[in-house]
C-alpha cells in the first residue's frame, strides 16, 4: 500500500508542477482548461497505478492511455511502456518506452526499461548502446557495467573482460566476477590469465575447496602438476578425510607417471572403511584406463578389481576383470566372468556396450569383437550391439560378417545415418553397389549436408566410374565443406586416375595435405598427380615420402615402379613391381606389366 501511495504522490508532484507552468503561461479562461485536463490525466494515472499495483497490467494499460490524451508526457509513456513489458507485449512497450526516453533523454529510470525490454527481445546492440548511455550518465552503475559485460560475453570477450575489470575497481575484488574473468580467459585460450585470476580467487576465499579445485583443474590443463599437488595438499591439510582430494591428487601423480606415489594414496582410501564400493570401482578404473597407455598398469588394475571382488558381487566388477582377463588372453576365465555379469544383469545390455567400446575406442578391435559378439548372444534384438559389432568387424576388414549384424541395425532403426553409412561402405566394400549406394542415400536423405556420406558416395561413384555422378557428388560435398581434407583427396585421386582437370587435382591434394601434411595416401595421391603431369621427379618424392609414412603398400609400390619407369629406370621399376605384387597376388594388371616388362 505503501508503494501506490508514493506513486500516487510522485505523480501529483509530476502533474502539479506541469499544471502551474501553464497556468502562469495562459490566459485565465485557458487556466480552467488546462487545468481540468490536467486533473483528469491525474486521475486516470492514479487509477492505473492502482490497477498496476494489483498486478491487473491490462487495466493499468488502459486507464494510462487515458492519462495520456490529457497529459502526453514522459512519465505516462514509461508507465505504458512498464505495463506493456509485464504483459510481455514487446513491440508495443518498446513504441511507448522510446517515446519516454525521446521525451527525456537522460533518465536513468527510463533508459533502464529501453535496455530491459531490448534485451529480452534478443536485440542484443541496441541494448548496448543503450546500457553504454546509462554509464556515460552515471559511472557508479555497476549494474549496468554487470548487463553490459553479460552482453559482450556473446561476442567480445575481451570487452567484456574489460568491463569485468571496471566492475572490480568499482567495488574491489568480487566472486562472481573473478569467476566470469577466470571463464572467458579460458574461453580465449588464455590459460595463464585464468590461472592468474583463480589464484585472485583463492586469496580472496582461502578456504573455499571449489575454488581450490578449479584452479587445480586449469594447473593439471597446463601441465602444472606440482602445482596441483601444493593446492591439493593445503586441502587435505584441512580435511584430512575428504576422499575425492586424495583421488584428485592421485589421479594427478598418475598424470606425472609417478605410479608408486599414486598408488600409495590408492592404496590408502581401499583401506578406509567408509569408502564406498563407487569411489573404489573409480580407483581402479583409472588405473585400467592408463593401462591402455602402459601395460605396466595392468596387473595394479587387476590388483584392486580382485581386492574389490572380494567384498562385493557388483556386475562391473566381474566385467571389469573379465576384459583385464582378455587382455592376459586368458580366454577362459573371461568368458566365466562375462558369464557372471549375465548372471548378475542379464537385463543390462550396457555392461557389454561399455566394455566393448573401451576396447573399440583403444583400437583394440579384436577383443571388442569378442564382447559385442558375446552381447549379441544375450541381446539379438538390441541396435546398439548391433551396430557396434557391425562397425568393429568393418575395422577389422571382416565386410562378410559384418553384413548380416549391420542389415540388423538398419532393421531395428532404419533411420539412424551411423547405421545406414556403414552397412552402405560394407555392401560396397563386398561389390553390391547398387544395394550400396541406395542405403547411401537414404543417409543422406536424411542428412544431405553430411559430406562424410557424400564422400562415401562419391568414391562408390569412383570405383565404378560413373563419372558424371561422382564428380557431381565430389563437387556437392566441397561446396558444402571446401576445406575437408578426406574429399579433396579422393577427388584428386579420382581425377589423376582419369588423367583429367590435374590442376585443380594438384590444388585440391595440396590442401588436404596442408590439413594432414604426413598422410601417406594424400602424399601418394599428389605424387601421382604430378605422375599424371609428366612431372616424374617430383611424383617419385611425394610416392616415396608416402611409403615411408606407412611402409609398404601395393598401391603405392606400384606406383613408385610406373614412375621408375618413366625415368628410364626399367629393372628397377620391374622389380618394384614385383614387390608390389607379393603384397597383392592377385592384382593381373601387376602381372601383365612384370611379364611385358613395361607400362
Known amino acids: 500500500m505503501r508503494y501506490v501511495i508514493t ?7 509530476l502533474f502539479g508542477c506541469a499544471t502551474q507552468k501553464e497556468m502562469n503561461k495562459e490566459t485565465t479562461d485557458e487556466k480552467i482548461f488546462f487545468e481540468v485536463d490536467k486533473k483528469k490525466a491525474l486521475e486516470y494515472f492514479i487509477n492505473g497505478s492502482a490497477a498496476e499495483s494489483k498486478g491487473d497490467y491490462a ?9 495520456l490524451k490529457y497529459d502526453p508526457n514522459a512519465g505516462v509513456y514509461y508507465a505504458i511502456a512498464k505495463n506493456y513489458f509485464f504483459l510481455n507485449k514487446l513491440p508495443a512497450a518498446l513504441q511507448n518506452s522510446r517515446k519516454s526516453v525521446e521525451l527525456e533523454p537522460d533518465n536513468l529510470e527510463y533508459l533502464n526499461l529501453l ?4 534485451t529480452s527481445g534478443k536485440q542484443n546492440d541496441s541494448s548496448i548502446s543503450v546500457l553504454e548511455k546509462i554509464i556515460s550518465l552515471d559511472s557508479s552503475q555497476v549494474n549496468a557495467y554487470y548487463k553490459l559485460a553479460r552482453l559482450y560475453e556473446v561476442n567480445k ?19 562472481s566476477v573473478l569467476i566470469r574473468i577466470a571463464e572467458l580467459y579460458e574461453r580465449l585460450g588464455d590459460d595463464a590469465k585464468a590461472i592468474q585470476t583463480i589464484e585472485e580467487l583463492v586469496q580472496l576465499d582461502p578456504s573455499n575447496p571449489m575454488i581450490q579445485k578449479l584452479l587445480i583443474d586449469f594447473y593439471n590443463k597446463k601441465g602444472d602438476y606440482e602445482k596441483s599437488i601444493a593446492v591439493l595438499n593445503d586441502i587435505i591439510e584441512l580435511y584430512p578425510d575428504d576422499e575425492e582430494s586424495l583421488e584428485r591428487k592421485a589421479q594427478v601423480y598418475l598424470m606425472m607417471k609417478e605410479w608408486e606415489k599414486a598408488s600409495a594414496i590408492y592404496m590408502t582410501l581401499f583401506e578406509k572403511p567408509g569408502v564406498s564400493l563407487d569411489a573404489k570401482v573409480r580407483i581402479a578404473y583409472a588405473y585400467f584406463i592408463e593401462s591402455f597407455k602402459d601395460s605396466t598398469l595392468l596387473p595394479m588394475a587387476k590388483n ?25 588372453y586368458q580366454d577362459t576365465l573371461a568368458i566365466n566372468y562375462f558369464k557372471l555379469v549375465t548372471e548378475l544383469a542379464p537385463w543390462n545390455p550396457e555392461a557389454w556396450l561399455q566394455l566393448g567400446s573401451i576396447y573399440y575406442e583403444n583400437k583394440d578391435y579384436e577383443h571388442a569383437s569378442i564382447i559385442f559378439y558375446q552381447a549379441l548372444e544375450k541381446f539379438p534384438e538390441d541396435f546398439p550391439v548391433n551396430f557396434m559389432l557391425g562397425v568393429t568387424l568393418v575395422q577389422l576388414a571382416k565386410y562378410g560378417e559384418a553384413e548380416p549384424v549391420l542389415a540388423k541395425a538398419v532393421e531395428l532403426n532404419g533411420k539412424d545415418v551411423y547405421a545406414l553409412s556403414a552397412y552402405g561402405h560394407t555392401l560396397s566394400q563386398l561389390k553390391k553397389t547398387d544395394s550400396a549406394i541406395d542405403y547411401i542415400k537414404r543417409a543422406i536423405k536424411i542428412e544431405p549436408s553430411n559430406v562424410d556420406l557424400l564422400g562415401s558416395l562419391g568414391l562408390i561413384y569412383d570405383n565404378l566410374e560413373k563419372w558424371e555422378e561422382c564428380d557431381s557428388i565430389y563437387t556437392l560435398a566441397l561446396k558444402t ?24 587435382a594438384l590444388n585440391m591434394v595440396t590442401h588436404a595435405l596442408q590439413v594432414e601434411p604426413v598422410n601417406s595416401s594424400y602424399l601418394d595421391t599428389k605424387g601421382w598427380v604430378f605422375y599424371q ?27 613408385l615402379g610406373d614412375v621408375h619407369y618413366k625415368l628410364g629406370e626399367k629393372s628397377k621399376a620391374i622389380d618394384i613391381w614385383k614387390k ?17 616388362g613395361e607400362l
Not at 487495466?59 to 492519462?67: P, R, T
Open 533 to 559: 603431369m609428366g612431372i616424374y621427379d617430383s611424383a617419385k618424392i611425394y610416392i616415396e615420402k608416402s611409403l615411408s609414412v606407412s611402409g609398404d603398400k601395393s598401391v603405392v609400390l606400384d606406383h
Open 580 to 596: 608390389a605384387l607379393e603384397l597383392d597376388s592377385s592384382n593381373e594388371a601387376l602381372k601383365s606389366k612384370i611379364e611385358k
Open 157 to 175: 570477450p575481451v570487452q567484456a573482460i574489460k568491463i569485468y575489470s571496471k566492475i572490480s575497481k568499482l567495488i574491489g575484488n568480487e566472486w
Open 481 to 504: 565443406d571446401p576445406k575437408n581434407a578426406l574429399v579433396n583427396n579422393n577427388y584428386s585421386y579420382s581425377l589423376s586416375k582419369r588423367g583429367v582437370r590435374l590442376e585443380e
Open 115 to 118: 535496455q530491459e525490454i531490448y
Open 59 to 67: 487495466g493499468a494499460v488502459l486507464e494510462f492511455q487515458d492519462a
Open 304 to 328: 584392486l578389481f580382485t581386492i574389490i571382488d572380494k567384498d562385493t558381487t557388483d556386475w562391473h566388477v566381474k566385467m571389469y576383470l573379465g576384459g583385464i582377463a582378455l587382455r592376459e
Open 7 to 13: 506513486i500516487i504522490f510522485s505523480s501529483l508532484l
